[in-house]
């Protein structure tokens, strides 16, 4: 599925994504960024384009129209440079400060949906700390899920850091076992998404039927 596809979906499934809009060129980028507000993201729309980090389709932190003009063409000149269609620009309002988390799932041949939460953003390749659970699941599943963990003190608060909501945590947990299985997915990944103490940002989606 696109990445518009993706969002529609979900927040029709009462996920609660970061303000964004599409733009197809670089005055709708600057009408966009006002109105959600700067600082924002930007990110690149293209078919062939899966990792937008890889080709250098993603800018954030842009404070300014200056700013976001400037990052604009950057990123439509890389994706050009690597031969994909580009579909348009996501301006995207900037996430939270917080832990970064994965989370999503697959369908599996035998035991059905199962879903999976671990640390998130660049250190999913590098950690792999990641647990899972056969859907349906409970909150109590989730708590436990995270307790198996490595990382599972940053989540739950050490050194005078604040523990992640574990109130949304749960919440986005069980709409994600329910959501893969209406919609019958076959791999879902909400990465990352972005907790602090007060709640989260999903910050990207990347759904497979």
């Not at 439509?76 to 620009?89: L, P, Q, R």
């Not at 999503?104 to 640390?119: C, I, T, Y």
């Not at 076959?186 to 990352?192: G, I, Q, S, T």
Request: proline letters at 3%; hydrophobic letters at 40%.
């Amino acid at each position: 599925m696109s990445m518009l596809k993706d969002f529609s979906l979900l927040e029709k499934y009462k996920f609660k994504l970061l303000p964004y809009k599409i733009a197809k060129n670089e005055e709708d980028a600057v009408k966009h960024a006002k109105y959600i507000g700067f600082p924002v993201a930007l990110k690149i729309i293209s078919p062939q384009i899966t990792h937008k980090t890889d080709v250098g389709g993603v800018r954030i932190k842009i404070k300014n129209s200056d700013m976001l003009r400037h990052a604009y063409r950057d990123i439509v000149s890389s994706a050009e440079k690597s031969k994909a269609e580009v579909k348009g620009v996501l301006v995207q309002k900037m996430a939270r400060k917080g832990i970064e988390l994965i989370i999503g799932g697959k369908e599996d041949p035998q035991f059905g949906h199962m879903v999976v939460l671990g640390l998130g953003g660049v250190y999913v390749e590098i950690f792999r700390d990641i647990t899972g659970r056969i859907c349906p699941i409970s909150k109590q599943d989730v708590r436990e899920m995270v307790g198996e963990l490595k990382s599972h003190p940053i989540l739950t608060g050490v050194r005078g850091q604040k523990a992640v909501n574990m109130n949304t945590l749960e919440d986005i947990m069980l709409k994600t076992c329910r959501f893969m299985e209406k919609e019958k997915v076959k791999e879902l990944d909400l990465n990352p998404v972005i907790f602090d103490s007060k709640g989260a940002d999903i910050v990207d989606a990347r759904i497979r039927k």
